[in-house]
């Protein structure tokens, strides 16, 4: 690992390290130990089916996104997709992004940058479908603007969350417009060209940065298909809708913690808006903090010492469930694949 992503790596695992301290700061051992005393564990087999199923519903999103350019069963697809969900969990600086489309593009032998796009691509629905989400679930689940939460000397409000949430939508914004103009031939040709004329560089990395836009816009060619996109998109809220399912089915195994499905999806958005900040493999202490944020925010959890307790108890319940079976599944794949991490970093440097 080079010494820009040795300083980066550590300053993800010092800012998770800092929210992890936040999320246990204002708990009491005692009480935390007790509610992992309380909880009714035959709920943890549930969650993990719907957690592994979800996984799998992803290959199957996967295989839809490919299809203008690739036919690849979702099954064939599977081993690929979690070895890089397996990586972003154990890895720094979400090596398993980079790990995915290695994986497929080495035993199918098709261009990484078009695989990658593809990963792109999924990003981009995922955040759009999550936008989407969001909007729904507000019509059902209200969180007061006027909210304080205090964690250690800093204070979070339910306003911040709204003004973060808005921020991220123009960032998403972005991100897909930037995506539907390398569909339009025009728009991609004006890119080449741009390119043409960049100062400072040879003919071979202008023809390599080229051959990559090229690459990143057959990443993107499934959504010129209303209906292809319409389906992609169809199972996204699918798959999201099954995450914000499975934290309702391990509140009922909270006794005292009252969670419908609409506050299943609001936690997990939040959640997903906290992991943002680039952190330690895994998100930890922003998963917390995000869980504990939105437990209290809706009301689901008071603000006393109990509160705070079951707040911390769910959250590294849903977190330690939602990693450790995928883990598995993609160390498995890995051996079986004979994948190595040098050979993954290699591509990531020569892409």
Not at 69 to 97: D, H, K, M, Q, W
Not at 203 to 216: A, D
Not at 232 to 254: D, E, H, K, P, T
Request: charge should be positive; charged fraction near 15%; glycine fraction near 8%.
């Amino acid at each position: 690992m080079s010494t820009k992503k040795t300083i980066k790596f550590l300053l993800g695992c010092a800012l998770s390290a800092f929210f992890l301290y936040l999320a246990f700061r204002n708990v009491k051992f005692h009480q935390l130990a007790d509610v992992f005393r309380r909880i009714q564990y035959l709920w943890t087999i549930p969650f993990v089916i719907i957690t592994v199923y979800g996984m799998y519903l992803r290959a199957v999103r996967w295989r839809w996104i490919l299809k203008p350019r690739y036919t690849f069963s979702s099954r064939r697809l599977f081993p690929s997709l979690i070895i890089g969900f397996a990586l972003n969990s154990l890895l720094p600086l979400r090596a398993g992004e980079f790990a995915r489309p290695f994986v497929l593009s080495r035993r199918e032998k098709i261009p990484y940058s078009t695989i990658l796009a593809t990963v792109v691509v999924e990003r981009i629905i995922d955040g759009i479908t999550l936008l989407f989400c969001f909007m729904i679930v507000l019509l059902f689940v209200q969180i007061d603007p006027d909210l304080e939460m205090t964690f250690g000397k800093y204070t979070v409000t339910g306003d911040m969350l709204g003004q973060l949430s808005r921020k991220s939508s123009l960032v998403l914004l972005v991100l897909l417009l930037g995506a539907v103009s390398l569909i339009v031939n025009p728009v991609r040709r004006i890119y080449a060209a741009i390119i043409d004329r960049l100062p400072l560089l040879g003919v071979s990395m202008k023809e390599k940065l080229k051959g990559i836009l090229e690459g990143f816009s057959h990443g993107f060619h499934s959504l010129r298909d209303v209906r292809l996109t319409a389906v992609i998109f169809l199972y996204s809220i699918v798959i999201w809708a099954l995450v914000g399912f499975s934290l309702q089915v391990m509140a009922w195994g909270f006794p005292g913690l009252e969670m419908n499905f609409y506050h299943g999806m609001a936690v997990m958005i939040i959640i997903c808006i906290a992991i943002m900040i680039p952190a330690a493999p895994g998100y930890w202490g922003l998963y917390e903090c995000g869980a504990i944020f939105a437990l209290m925010a809706l009301g689901l959890a008071g603000m006393t010492d109990e509160g705070n307790a079951m707040a911390l108890g769910f959250s590294l319940v849903i977190h330690t469930l939602q990693i450790i079976p995928i883990v598995i599944i993609g160390i498995f794949f890995i051996l079986k694949e004979n994948i190595s991490l040098s050979q993954i970093e290699k591509m990531a440097k020569k892409e």
